[in-house]
């Protein structure tokens, strides 16, 4: 436990200047402002549709959701994990990282940990921000009535759900990431794969959730779905393409462990 | 074996069908500096990973402090640092960084990153990055990582690449500093002789896979007798001369007849005797094999 510890925090000192890390926190801002501002600027049009609460907070998040879980979460994931491992790619590192009197597994999976943390960063601050900056719509633009629903349990539950969801896409591009060094080869399979999972994921094909990289779409689906139920906070969170996202994540992760411990070798 | 620091008990290591490593039996005694010589794709760089069990040696080959290396992989590793071929250095962190990382890791105290950079002479360059220090201080960066966790044991791989002359005596300077005063042992790989020459107190001779030569320096210096050549007319009947005047002949050529140089006198004694014969002598000479020329027979003939 200490040393996945130690190497979890040296993760941390080691990426804190990278963009990858930096990204986690930028991004939830930037896209977060943006749709906010737009609540804002548009909110003469917003309110000529005369949105009840919960609609209106559903449009809202759908927005950010939407643009976020889509296309920005793949990409971040995939190149968050590329940066992660081409830290040791470009400087050579790996077995040095190898030769410290530190369990090999641990090391392995601190990587893998502080990948999977920095999603959940990015996410949550994702959450987070959709929740202030809606309270700070309704300061600015009193006629709104963001203040008479609460959505945090809508959101906790939807990003907790693009969480899961993008685990299985985060095992695969880190698999890759550590096989190759350079950026083309696990972009392109990783651009390729998103693609396909969006078209996948919006046609509804039946065996979509097989695909990791439909994941966030499936999940985003079952977000316009959960606006009919009566309580649209009363979706389910594990479904059987959280299950698959999490099944993938495992196996890869431990197949993982194989590779990189044959890395060192090189 | 409680007086090795390093030992490899006919270590044999292959890369698939290729053998890397052929019965090597390297044996480095505590507080020796040991030189570990061979040309470019002897094996070194592949022994050392293996004494780091980065690769994976067959078990009871490989002992570190007299314990096996594939059973005791972290306690060994804690008593080892080193320094494998480029120095790996965190480009985008500055050498402080860089140095306070493996604190981290080591679960060192970070005032000991200072002190390291002090001691390689880098702590004006300490809050540079880097990427932008020049291939010597690389170097002196990669050493001061080595010796972050005050390892017994440090093995350095081609620690003087690409430093000039004053990094290369810097170098050698803090070697000779740490075994002598922190009682460190130290193996050095280098493909150059004369470059540990000064430095070693134990030597190992490696050349495809093989250990060739294993002894103290001075074994190595006695390899190296001197020898008397004598240019001569008529070398067969001038070698069976001084066959029968009881001389030990070492070589002879179509040219030259080699024998053992006892001193400047015999060698007088021998020019008349020869003379008086009827021999015509026509230049003799001492020759004293150096070690890089020793070095590059001994790889070579093998």
């Not at chain 1, 040791?88 to 999977?116: C, G, M, R």
């Not at chain 1, 594990?238 to 411990?261: P, R, W």
């Not at chain 2, 809050?127 to 093995?155: C, F, H, W």
Request: glycine letters at 6%.
């Amino acid at each position: 436990m200490r040393s996945l510890y130690i190497s979890l925090v040296s993760e941390f000192y080691k990426s804190r200047k990278t963009l990858a890390f930096w990204a986690a926190i930028i991004l939830p801002f930037v896209i977060c402002s943006l749709v906010a501002f737009g609540f804002y600027s548009g909110s003469d049009k917003v309110l000529n549709m005369h949105y009840p609460p919960i609609m209106l907070w559903f449009r809202y998040l759908g927005a950010a959701l939407g643009v976020m879980g889509v296309l920005i979460l793949p990409f971040y994931v995939i190149f968050m994990a590329f940066s992660v491992n081409n830290i040791e790619h470009k400087n050579d590192t790996w077995k040095t990282l190898f030769a410290q009197p530190l369990n090999k597994f641990s090391i392995y999976a601190a990587k893998y940990l502080y990948a999977v943390i920095l999603i959940f960063i990015c996410l949550f601050l994702f959450a987070a921000l959709t929740f202030a900056f809606g309270h700070l719509l309704q300061v600015l633009v009193p006629k709104y009535n963001f203040n008479q629903y609460d959505p945090s349990l809508i959101l906790v539950k939807f990003y907790t759900k693009l969480f899961l969801a993008s685990l299985g896409i985060l095992s695969i591009q880190f698999l890759l990431s550590l096989l190759w060094g350079d950026f083309l080869k696990p972009m392109g399979i990783g651009f390729i794969g998103t693609i396909m999972g969006i078209i996948t994921g919006n046609v509804g094909w039946k065996y979509a959730y097989l695909i990791p990289y439909s994941h966030p779409s499936l999940v985003l689906n079952s977000s316009a779905s959960a606006k009919k139920l009566t309580n649209p906070a009363d979706f389910p969170i594990f479904t059987q393409e959280i299950y698959t996202s999490l099944v993938y994540a495992l196996v890869l992760f431990i197949i993982g462990y194989f590779i990189v411990t044959k890395k060192s070798i090189k | 074996m409680g007086n090795y620091a390093i030992e490899t008990v006919g270590l044999n290591f292959n890369f698939g069908n290729q053998a890397i490593v052929k019965d090597l039996s390297l044996q480095v005694p505590k507080g020796s500096i040991y030189g570990f010589l061979g040309p470019n794709g002897a094996g070194k760089t592949t022994t050392i990973k293996i004494l780091l069990n980065l690769l994976k040696s067959p078990a009871d080959q490989v002992f570190i402090f007299g314990k096996e290396i594939n059973h005791n992989r972290i306690a060994t590793l804690k008593r080892v640092g080193a320094l494998v071929e480029q120095p790996a250095i965190y480009g985008h962190l500055t050498g402080k960084e860089n140095l306070i990382n493996r604190c981290l890791l080591l679960g060192i105290k970070k005032t000991k990153a200072d002190e390291m950079l002090a001691l390689v002479g880098l702590t004006e360059a300490a809050n540079k990055k880097s990427t932008k220090y020049s291939l010597g201080m690389k170097q002196r960066l990669g050493i001061a990582l080595a010796l972050v966790s005050d390892p017994e044991l440090l093995l350095l791989d081609e620690p003087t690449n690409g430093l000039d002359p004053n990094g290369i005596i810097e170098v050698r300077n803090l070697m000779i500093e740490l075994a002598t005063k922190h009682k460190k042992t130290i193996l050095v790989s280098s493909h150059l002789l004369a470059e540990i020459e000064r430095t070693a107190t134990h030597v190992g001779i490696i050349n495809k896979g093989k250990l060739l030569f294993q002894g103290t320096i001075n074994q190595l210096h006695l390899l190296s007798k001197p020898m008397l050549e004598i240019e001569v007319n008529n070398i067969s009947n001038a070698t069976a001369f001084l066959t029968q005047a009881g001389y030990e002949i070492l070589e002879t050529t179509d040219k030259k007849i080699t024998v053992p140089f006892t001193s400047p006198q015999d060698s007088g004694a021998l020019n008349t005797l020869l003379v008086q014969n009827g021999f015509t002598v026509s230049s003799l000479y001492l020759q004293k094999k150096d070690l890089e020329n020793l070095f590059l027979d001994i790889t070579k003939n093998n």
